[in-house]
């Protein structure tokens, strides 16, 4: 097995496993660069309907492994340190903002700690679960400053800014009962369930058409920075029109009308 896991644990689900447990699922260069060759891949597979992104064993991940993360293959040899690190978080960067690109919606799963790195790809995702031993640490204080990723920009809007600013600026780390009280993940449920409650999330997602899904998750995430309501409206009126165009859209209809599972062709 690799570092990335892929597997399917149900039709239409992609499940991604960072799978490196005996160091905590932390993160080495060449995961980063597997992560997005995997994203890329899933982009363009009509198949896979929901992405599922979890961690092998107690925890989802604790960041950048600091010991043994390799080196990152991306980046020329004997650049200077501005030059090396300015290439090294533009490959970072693009990880989360691939996930939001994504036609289909992520599910973040978090078992145990959440860390640097993997805070943000938990907030990074467009819904997230939390076990109750999950633990959000922003471990980036270690590394000097208090963000990368889209930190800065993806917490406040889940958190308000006054509670981004403590959890930035502290660095106190967040259990997951209280992350799902403040709006940083979902909810919060029993570690025995973690998996459970993931995948009858997908589920819920799977039963409306591809297109419809695609182009809802696309309006929400552009729409988060409308610079009007009337720019929101018609961004939302134009995937109207291309979703209620196709043979799925339809297949959504009748479906509901007739008190059935829809199955869906692509078209």
């Given at each position: 097995?690799g570092d990335?896991?892929r ?5 239409g ?5 960072l799978?490196r447990?005996?160091a905590?699922n932390s993160?080495?260069?060449s ?6 060759d995997h994203?890329?891949?899933?982009r363009?597979?009509h ?6 992104l979890t961690g ?6 604790a960041g950048?492994?600091?010991?043994a993360?390799g080196t990152p293959d ?5 650049l200077?340190k501005a030059?090396f690190?300015?290439?090294v978080?533009?490959k970072?960067?693009?990880i ?13 799963a978090v078992n145990?700690v959440?860390?640097?790195?993997g805070?943000?790809?938990?907030i990074?995702?467009d819904?997230t ?6 633990k959000?640490?922003?471990a980036?204080?270690?590394a000097?400053?208090g963000h990368?990723?889209?930190?800065s920009?993806m ?8 509670r981004?600013a ?5 660095g106190?780390?967040?259990?997951a009962?209280?992350?799902?009280r403040i ?5 919060c ?9 993931a995948l009858k999330?997908?589920?819920a997602v799977?039963v409306n058409s591809?297109?419809g899904?695609a182009v ?5 995430w552009h729409?988060?920075?409308a ?6 409206i018609?961004?939302e009126?134009r995937?109207?029109?291309m ?5 799925d859209?339809a297949?959504?209809?009748a ?13």
């Open positions: 097995m990335i896991v597997d399917a644990p149900a039709e689900i992609c499940r991604l496993t799978n447990p005996d905590l993160l080495t260069f995961m980063y660069a597997e992560l997005i994203l890329e891949a899933v363009y597979d198949d896979v309907r929901v992405v599922l092998a064993g107690r925890a989802f991940c950048h492994d600091i010991r993360g991306w980046v020329a040899k004997g200077g030059q690190q300015r290439r978080m533009d970072l960067g693009q989360p903002i691939r996930m939001r690109a994504l036609p289909q919606p992520v599910i973040c145990g959440a860390a640097g790195a805070y943000a790809l938990a990074a995702a819904m679960i939390a076990a109750r031993s999950a959000f640490v922003n980036f204080h270690n000097g400053t990368e990723m889209g930190f920009y917490l406040p809007r889940l958190v308000g800014m006054q981004a403590e959890l930035m600026l502290t106190r780390p967040l259990m009962e209280e992350a799902a709006g940083l993940v979902l909810r449920v029993d570690d025995d369930t973690l998996m459970d409650e999330l997908a589920d799977m591809p297109i899904i809802t998750k696309s309006s929400m729409n988060v920075d610079p009007s309501l009337e720019t929101a018609e961004m009126n995937a109207i029109f979703s209620q165009s196709t043979a859209s297949e959504r209809r479906a509901f009308v007739e008190k059935r599972p829809p199955s869906f062709t692509g078209e």
